[in-house]
């Protein structure tokens, strides 16, 4: 069974920091995926990963993707306030997804 | 605005009752998804079409059932309901398949009492 684990669950960082967040999923995948969810709002997608190395950035986020250490990063770069929120990644594996349980992260100044 | 639409935003019901949550995705889109989110499970996957055909399937019971239509629009029914069917229902749209970019509508709060 595909299982995703994120870590940290709680990140409380300062304004200006670096900080990266892990995805560690169970099986096989080529296909990862982040999204950001701000308090009682509605999911907004991130990023798509595709394949082994896929590195993407926006802005002061970069996703990357090794499918053979089964692990994707979410880096941050120079946190500002904005970016508080909870991150998701989730895997897809044989026409199913799983999500990870979230990682919520607070900058603060 | 992402451009997908769902309604009702609120609806609240007695156990044992049927509801039908309606999504429209961003026009052009062919990838219709629908996720649930609950404080006790999170977030899970319960299942996309595209383009009228089941694409892949989670983790949605038996009572449940979604469909998309001619015109794109998608329903997900949920039928003989529990306490614990109590969530926020999402539904998400791409243009293609599951390896694009997700636009998600602002989801139904579903209580049931």
């Known amino acids: 069974e595909l299982k995703v684990e994120q870590n940290p669950l709680f990140l409380s960082m300062q304004e200006g920091k670096n900080y990266t967040i892990y995805c560690n999923y169970s099986t096989t995948s080529d296909r990862l995926y982040w999204y950001r969810q701000d308090p009682g709002k509605s999911l907004e997608s991130l990023f798509v990963l595709l394949s082994n190395g896929a590195v993407k950035q926006e802005g002061r986020l970069m996703a990357s993707l090794d499918t053979k250490a089964r692990l994707s990063t979410l880096h941050i770069t120079a946190a500002v306030h904005d970016l508080s929120a909870t991150y998701f990644c989730a895997v897809y594996n044989n026409n199913d997804m799983r999500f990870g349980a979230g990682t919520r992260l607070t900058v603060k100044p | 605005d992402s451009g997908v639409t769902q309604t009702p935003k609120h609806l609240i019901t007695a156990t044992g009752q049927r509801v039908t949550l309606r999504c429209s995705p961003r026009s052009g889109d062919l990838s219709v998804y629908w996720y649930q989110q609950s404080l006790d499970q999170g977030l899970q996957f319960l299942i996309q079409?595209?383009?009228?055909?089941?694409?892949a399937k989670g983790n949605i019971l038996e009572r449940f059932s979604a469909q998309q239509f001619p015109d794109l629009h998608s329903e997900l029914n949920l039928s003989s309901l529990e306490l614990g069917d109590s969530a926020l229902y999402f539904c998400?749209?791409?243009?293609?398949?599951?390896?694009?970019?997700?636009?998600f509508g602002a989801g139904t709060r579903l209580s049931v009492l």
């Open positions: 079409y595209y383009n009228g055909e089941e694409r």
């Open positions: 998400a749209s791409s243009w293609t398949d599951i390896g694009n970019i997700q636009y």
